[in-house]
């Protein structure tokens, strides 16, 4: 009976084993699902021709959703209203419905790009076509090419590309003005494009990188390129487009009176000989001075003595042009004069310390400034002043591995208002050469002379660069430790910078290329490169 009685809890143990082995729970495991939908049909089909309907279904196997539908849908030809695109939630099914008439004998195309993809694991089915025609055939001609930013080594962002057709009201300006006859864009991150379902005739190619996505050249914000040639379709030439951004068109912002006697002038485009002359009654003894910005377009101009005008009438000459800007005048405070090192830290023993001021600086005294390094030495000290842009280069003698305490005194500036500086004290140091590369660059096969060498960091910010008129070696030293691209640009015009191009007057950027590799400089290293030109 004892042995009997033993074996009950055994036997429910066992029991309860079993109902927690029955307890639910999440499946796992099994293979993730990455198969992207499939198409079961279309209503009307697929490529069909003679098309005159005003809606359009399209039925999918599992349930779709559309993803990023604005940014990744191309239509071409574009609709002056883009038809509705439904449902953008969960459905078997999508459906395109017209608020615009179709055009006679025309081949439409609706790429999707990658934005319909299903609704647990978002694959998608990428670069589905709808192709109809309101004609008796599907146009079938295409062109090919690729995409280029014209001074960088990458493109910054996608690209579309486009078919204006050439006819009788075809003008330069359409490109501001209307949506082309047929786009695409550059497939992820290639260069490569392709414009298919074309029919034959006469064609301006023009790519742009566009901020908002209407099909329109925006010289504000917008990259352009351009074929130099009109393209008669059918061709087997691919071609290859350059982007730029063009120099904006001169003209004036309305000056902002700033302080109790300052007032900025904005501008934009080339204002190297922008002048401005006060047209308003004065008194006697009303004196002026102006400088350029330093980091913007923009134009400082300071007056003395006060004045308790409303407003102040300005003529500004820049070459042929002349404008007349009025400046409303407010109670503001007054600036009184501030100095500052715009690089301190650290520098090189090719660098220069400049100093740069609120208000414009008339008079430097040498005398008030002292230099001493590490030592406890003194340093002797020049200076010279670039009116134009209101700064002051400090210049002394540097070593390597040096510290130095740089003082200026008050008196050392004076400005327009003979108003003169704090005490402010900055320091320097130089590291040692050790803690530099070098690199030495030979071109091989140059014959377009002049060249402006450029070494550039990943972000394509210029460190350094050289200018060369001949046949010589190309030298960069103090170079922190880093990886750099070279850039090597052709100065056609010989005017020692890079000219970007501009679409109306049909002129193309100044061409540009780079070493094929990106170049690690260490510390301590010296690189010695060639560069073979075609």
Same mark, same amino acid.
């Given at each position: 009976m004892k042995h009997r009685l033993l074996y009950i809890p055994i036997a429910f143990l066992f029991i309860l084993s079993f109902t927690d082995c029955a307890k639910r729970g999440r499946p796992t495991g099994g293979l993730k699902d990455s198969i992207p939908p499939v198409i079961i049909k279309s209503s009307p089909e697929n490529y069909s021709i003679h098309f005159n309907e005003n809606e359009i279904k399209i039925y999918f196997d599992e349930y779709v959703k559309l993803k990023d539908l604005n940014k990744e849908l191309i239509i071409s030809p574009p609709f002056k209203n883009q038809p509705n695109i439904t449902p953008l939630s969960t459905s078997k099914f999508i459906k395109i419905k017209f608020t615009d008439t179709l055009k006679e004998n025309t081949t439409y195309s609706f790429n999707f790009g990658k934005s319909i993809v299903d609704n647990n694991e978002e694959?998608?089915?990428? +670069?589905?076509?709808?192709?109809?025609?309101?004609?008796?055939?599907?146009?079938?001609?295409?062109? !090919?090419?690729?995409?280029?930013?014209?001074?960088?080594?990458? !493109?910054?962002?996608?690209?579309?590309?486009?078919?204006?057709?050439?006819?009788?009201?075809?003008?330069?300006?359409?490109? +501001?003005?209307?949506?082309?006859? +047929?786009?695409?864009?550059?497939?992820?991150?290639?260069?490569?494009?392709?414009?298919?379902?074309?029919?034959?005739?006469?064609?301006?190619?023009? %790519?742009?990188?566009?901020?908002?996505?209407?099909?329109?050249?925006?010289?504000?914000?917008?990259?352009?390129?351009?074929?130099n040639t009109i393209i008669t379709i059918?061709?087997?030439? *691919?071609?290859?487009?350059?982007?730029?951004?063009?120099?904006?068109?001169?003209?004036?912002?309305?000056?902002?009176?700033?302080?109790?006697?300052?007032?900025?002038?904005?501008?934009?485009?080339? *204002?190297?000989?922008?002048?401005?002359?006060? %047209?308003?009654?004065?008194?006697?003894?009303?004196?002026?001075?102006? +400088?350029?910005? !330093?980091?913007?377009?923009?134009?400082?101009?300071?007056?003395?003595?006060?004045?308790?005008?409303?407003?102040?009438?300005?003529?500004?000459?820049?070459?042929?042009?002349?404008?007349?800007?009025?400046? !409303?005048?407010r109670d503001l405070h007054q600036d009184s004069l501030k100095i500052s090192a715009i690089k301190s830290g650290i520098l090189t023993l090719n660098d220069t310390l400049s100093i740069t001021a609120n208000t414009p600086i008339v008079s430097l005294n040498l005398e008030k400034i002292t230099i001493m390094d590490k030592d406890s030495l003194d340093i002797t000290v020049n200076g010279i002043m670039d009116k134009e842009y209101n700064t002051t280069d400090i210049i002394f003698s540097m070593t390597e591995g040096q510290n130095y305490t740089i003082q200026f005194l008050p008196g050392a500036f004076t400005d327009f208002y003979e108003n003169t500086n704090d005490t402010l004290v900055t320091r320097v140091r130089t590291k040692a050469l050790s803690d530099y590369g070098t690199l030495a660059l030979t071109l091989s096969n140059a014959k377009d002379f002049p060249y402006i060498i450029q070494l550039v960091t990943e972000r394509f910010k210029v460190i350094s660069e050289e200018y060369l008129s001949t046949d010589q070696e190309a030298f960069f030293d103090f170079i922190t430790p880093g990886k750099y691209y070279i850039r090597i640009i052709y100065d056609e015009n010989e005017n020692k910078i890079w000219d970007t191009g501009n679409y109306l007057k049909g002129l193309q950027p100044e061409k540009v290329i780079y070493y094929p590799s990106l170049l690690e400089v260490r510390a301590n290293w010296s690189l010695n490169e060639t560069f073979i030109l075609d």
């Open positions: 694959n998608a089915f990428k +670069y589905f076509k709808y192709i109809f025609s309101t004609g008796s055939f599907i146009d079938s001609l295409s062109l !090919r090419g690729n995409i280029n930013d014209a001074l960088l080594l990458k !493109r910054e962002s996608a690209t579309t590309v486009m078919l204006y057709e050439v006819n009788e009201a075809f003008k330069d300006s359409i490109v +501001y003005l209307e949506k082309p006859t +047929y786009i695409t864009s550059t497939q992820d991150s290639t260069d490569i494009f392709e414009l298919s379902n074309l029919k034959k005739g006469d064609y301006l190619l023009v %790519a742009l990188e566009e901020n908002n996505n209407d099909y329109m050249f925006q010289p504000q914000n917008d990259k352009i390129g351009f074929a059918p061709t087997d030439s *691919a071609y290859t487009i350059n982007l730029f951004k063009e120099t904006p068109e001169y003209s004036l912002t309305k000056p902002k009176h700033e302080s109790k006697n300052h007032i900025i002038f904005g501008y934009q485009g080339d *204002a190297k000989n922008l002048e401005l002359e006060l %047209a308003s009654e004065v008194s006697k003894d009303f004196e002026a001075i102006s +400088y350029k910005d !330093r980091e913007t377009d923009s134009i400082h101009y300071w007056f003395k003595p006060s004045i308790e005008n409303d407003s102040l009438l300005f003529y500004a000459k820049n070459g042929l042009w002349l404008d007349t800007l009025n400046t !409303r005048m």
